[in-house]
C-alpha cells in the first residue's frame, strides 16, 4: 500500500512538472486525448482525497473550484501513466478517457 501511495505522489508531481514546465508535451497529449469526464472522482483521490471534491448522492462527484482548480487537475489526464494511477485505486470502471496512437 505504502509503494502504491508513494507511485501516485510522483504522478502527482510529475503532472505538476509537465504543466509547469512542458506546456508543448501537455498540447501534444491533449491533441491525442479522447473521451469525456465521466465525473467518477478517482483522479481526485490520488494520494489523497482532495477537500474540493464533492461526492453526489448519484455516485458521481465534482469540483467545487471547477473553474479555478491547478493546471495538473485541469488537464488529467495528461498521458497513460495518469490512467494507470487512476486504475491503481481499484476502478470498477474505465476512465472515460484514452489516447489515439501518436
Not at 10 to 28: H, I, P, Q, S
Not at 59 to 77: A, Q, V
Amino acid at each position: 500500500k505504502v509503494k502504491a501511495k508513494m507511485a501516485q505522489g510522483m504522478g502527482k508531481l510529475r503532472r505538476f512538472a509537465l504543466t509547469t514546465v512542458n506546456e508543448d508535451y501537455v498540447a501534444r497529449m491533449r491533441r491525442r486525448r479522447q473521451g469525456d469526464c465521466q465525473r467518477c472522482g478517482l483522479c481526485c483521490k490520488l494520494v489523497f482525497e482532495c477537500p474540493f471534491l464533492k461526492n453526489l448522492a448519484d455516485g458521481t462527484s465534482r469540483c467545487r473550484i471547477h473553474g479555478r482548480k491547478p493546471d495538473n487537475c485541469t488537464f488529467f489526464p495528461i498521458d497513460e501513466r495518469d490512467l494507470r494511477d487512476r486504475d491503481s485505486l481499484g476502478a470498477a470502471t474505465p476512465c472515460g478517457y484514452s489516447f489515439r496512437k501518436a
